[in-house]
Structures are given as C-alpha cells and as structure tokens.
C-alpha cells in the first residue's frame, strides 16, 4: 500500500551506494528485484563487511531490505533473456558500476530503452561518466576526500579526520539517486517518457558541502578545522562537564543566547559587545570558550541537560548505539525497528525516514540469495504464454 505500489524495479547493483537506494524504494512500496549472481558466495555479499550473521555480511542484510531476489548471471545469453523480458515489464533500472560495464552486459540505456521506452534508467557512478576519473574505481573513503570532505573535518591544527561517518558519501549518492527516480516517474505520468538518469558521488558530495564551498568561494580561504565546533554559529561545539561526560550545545539564535545565559548565571553576557550577536560570538569563539569551558564543567551533564531544555536551548549528549536503541524517543517513534527473516533470525534496522499517513512505509526482510527466482521466473512464464513473444533487445 505504499506510494510507489505497483512500480516494479530492476536493481542491479552492488555494495551500498546502489543498494541504498532500492532499500528506500522498496520501503516506499515499489517490488525491488535484486540480481544476484547464481551460486555466489554468502560471505562475500555486501563486501563481506563484518560482523556476519550466520555467514552473511550485515551490511548485505542492512543494504537490501525489502527486495526480493533473482538468480541472474548476467554475462549469460539465457539468462540475459530473462533479463530483458523483466525489463519489458520494469519501470526502473537502477546500477551502480564503471561507466562502460553496463554496455558491456547488454543492459545500456540505448538497449533498455529500446526494450521499454517508458524505462526509468539510472545509473550510479564514482566520479561521474566523463573526465579523467571517470573509469577509475569509487568507494566512499576516497569519495570523501576527494570531495574536500575530510579537509573541513578534524581538529583545529591536526590532521584530515578520514570518514566523518562510515558510508557518508555511499548513503548520500543513494538518497540523491532515489529521489532523482522518484522525480522521473512524476515527469514520466505528465510526459509519458522515460528517462535516464545518472548520479556520480562526486557531484552528490559537492551538493552536500554546497555551504562550505560557499564559505571558501566568499572568503578564498579553506574553512578552519573546529573539531566538534560549528563554522557558523557560536556557542556550537562539545563542552567537558563535571562528571567527564560531554554536553552538546547549540545556540543558534538570540533568544537562545539570552536563555543559555541565563541558565550558566551570566545574564551580562548577553549584552556583552564581544558576544551579543552571532557574528561577535564567531569571530570572538576562542574567547568565549575560555570563558564557558570552566563554567560547564561545573556541573554535571545531566544538570545542564535539564536546565538547558527548560529554557528552549537545543542540546544533546553523543549516545553510544545501545543507549539509542533502548532510547524512549527512539522507540515511541518507530526509529529503530525489529524485521523477521529466515535466514538471519529476527534484526534490527533503522525505520523508514518518513511517515507517510494514507501510504505507510515499511521495511521486511532482505531476500536470501536468489530467493524468489523460481516465483519471477513463472510469473515470466505465464506472461510469455499470454503474449505472442518474449521482448528482445533492440537499439533505440
């Protein structure tokens, strides 16, 4: 019953970048295919990333959420066969690969469109499909530096922190994927056309820093290195408290300002020229760090925590996985949800990001390894019987 119910996906892909995104649209409601290759290994899918459940990487159960799977070598005349009659029928062919390889698999855009005109085709790429980098390999940690990603991260005067987040750049490129097919299927019902589309983590790490590229354009220099701080806005950073434990603070306006120093019992702050406006407070912030660092570490986190959210001030602590997972918020919303599968027992995954109230989203078990092949391919068969003949590939 979700909102792309009745949309069939050809998914193609491999790793996280290209899984990410069917996860999303087979958790809007859309029937993801996912090809595998026949008799493939189980410890080698999703890059064999640790730790494994019953032999199975996590990051292959995480990645390929509600999908179903099809046992397709795609190198095979056959099989290929196959492949194109799903097509006939798909209104989504996602990959993520070399730019080239595609082609070489039989499946390029020119062959898929000519198979189904009305094919949303995208393509998933490392740094883009022209260029001197473009047959070159992509993985997220070299996606995040070349996208001066690691250089504006770290400690001030300290070295590039490598991954901010692990899969930060795969993630993105998913989510600009999948709402880029999400925009071809609303022009394809006003138009009537497919389309192709193609995402390269380059591109989609260069619009995620569009604010730090901003600054460096507006400034000609490369933005400092604040370690937890914020380059915008001050106080915006860690503080140490009492008790040892972190307090993460954000004042990101007057009113805020005004509250928070109220609650450290400096109210003189507030109107003190080196800190009464945002501005003052950033090109003054080592000052002020002077200043608040001995005051937070008056009192323990939980202290400021309570007074802090009394007055409006937005703040949080950095949680470890298991106090997020048993969190009251977390759990009342649904953020993390518990999925049933066969193969890997019962699993915890984050929830869908959206809450849809007509079209629910969902999310269920990934496929075992070409679980649902023998169920597509009769569903093949009758369709082949009720037409005069199976699609075959043509150049548009």
Known sequence: NGPLAGVRVFDLTMWMVGPWCSVQLGALGAEVVHI???????????????????????????????????????????????????????DVFLINMTPGVADRLGVGYDIVSGINPQIVYCAITGWGESGPM????????????????????????????????????DATSGNYAAQAILMGLLARKRTGKGQRIHVSMLRAGSALQSVRIGEYLASGHQPQRLGSGSQNTAPDRAYECADGELLGLSVTSEDEWRGFCEVIGQPELASDPRFAVNADRVDNR??????????????????????????????????????????????????????????WGQ???????????????RMFSPPMPGEHSQQILA??????????????????
């Open 36 to 90: 595998e290759q026949p008799d493939v290994d189980w410890s080698t899918l999703g890059a064999g990333v640790p730790p494994l459940i019953n032999g199975t990487s996590v990051g292959y159960i995480a990645w390929n959420m509600n999908k179903r799977g099809l046992s397709l070598g795609m190198k095979s005349p056959e099989d290929r066969t196959v492949a194109y009659e799903l097509l006939n029928t798909s």
């Open 134 to 169: 473009a047959l070159l390999p992509g993985a997220d940690t070299p996606a995040q530096y070349v996208t001066g990603f690691a250089t504006g991260t770290g400690v001030p005067d300290g070295d590039d922190e490598i991954n901010r987040h692990f899969t930060q750049m």
């Open 286 to 343: 080592e000052e002020l760090d002077r200043l608040l660092e001995p005051i937070l570490e008056g009192m323990v986190r939980d202290y400021w925590l309570m007074h802090l959210n009394r007055a409006g001030v937005p703040v949080g602590y950095p949680m470890t996985w298991a106090e997020l997972r048993h969190h009251a918020q977390v759990l009342e919303n649904d953020y993390i949800v518990p999925v049933e599968t066969a193969a």
């Open 347 to 361: 699993v915890w995954t984050g929830g869908p990001p959206w809450q849809l109230s007509e079209t629910p989203a």
């Open 379 to 396: 569903d093949l068969q009758q369709q082949r019987a009720a037409s005069e003949q199976p699609a075959v590939a043509r150049e548009s």
